[in-house]
């Protein structure tokens, strides 16, 4: 596609709920990451793919949060007995590169809101 | 660990006066610099990028940015904001060592009054 689309845009869920958030990459990006954004902070970063290698998973809050990339291309976020902490906008980006160069530039969907009641 | 900081959280200005963001970064190996900005109900978009070269960067709109390594600085200005500039701002960096992913400020909101 043109860019990077996640799915669902917004989702109240109870607590206690699991929920699954949906990333659909840039077609042929190689690179994929997950970042969390709360309330009036910058993104933070929750793991990173490249291809269906998950290579880096260091930023994820806890053993409730679980993300995977089976083909390559399409990511889930899933967070099993969600908890009012994890309400925040959850973003995905993707690049066609993997390394440290100058074409290594993330382009970003426009996010999954949580709410967690 | 490579970290950001954006130390004005809320910027006003009127339109037609300059703007300058700062933003200091506190890894000491080779960085590449980002500024990211996010318009009213719109997605991060980047805003211009440095990796190498002349420390001045010019990206879209109108914005510039100049790396300064011994400062651990790159600072984003514009000469003349407009109206259409209020957005929330995201100073990145990234490290040839360090993990791949940005690592982001916590963000500066410019808000342009008419």
């Known amino acids: 596609g043109a860019g990077v689309s996640q799915s669902p845009r917004y989702k109240v869920a109870k607590r206690g709920q699991d929920v699954a958030l949906r990333c659909d990459p840039i077609s042929g990006h190689v690179s994929l990451f997950w970042y969390q954004q709360a309330l009036g902070q910058g993104p933070e970063f929750l793991t990173y793919f490249q291809n269906e290698a998950q290579l880096d998973k260091s930023g994820l809050p806890s053993d409730r949060f679980f993300a995977e990339r089976p083909e390559g291309s399409v990511s889930t976020l899933k967070i099993q007995r969600t908890q009012q902490e994890d309400s925040a906008v959850y973003l995905c980006a993707s690049s066609l590169e993997t390394g440290f160069s100058g074409a290594n530039v993330l382009t970003f969907g426009a996010g999954s809101r949580l709410t967690v009641l | 660990a490579q970290s950001v900081s954006q130390h004005n959280h809320h910027v006003i200005l009127s339109e037609a006066a300059s703007l300058e963001l700062g933003c200091n970064y506190s890894?000491?190996?080779?960085?590449?610099l980002f500024w990211y900005v996010q318009y009213p109900g719109q997605h991060l978009q980047l805003l211009l990028k440095y990796f190498s070269g002349d420390p001045l960067v010019k990206g879209i709109k109108g914005f510039e940015a100049e790396f300064i390594k011994s400062k651990f600085s790159f600072n984003l200005r514009k000469p003349s904001v407009q109206w259409s500039d209020t957005a929330e701002y995201f100073c990145?960096?990234?490290?040839?060592?360090?993990?791949?992913?940005?690592?982001f400020g916590s963000g500066t909101r410019l808000q342009v009054q008419p």
């Open positions: 990145a960096v990234t490290s040839n060592t360090g993990r791949r992913a940005l690592t």
């Open positions: 890894y000491g190996g080779t960085v590449n």
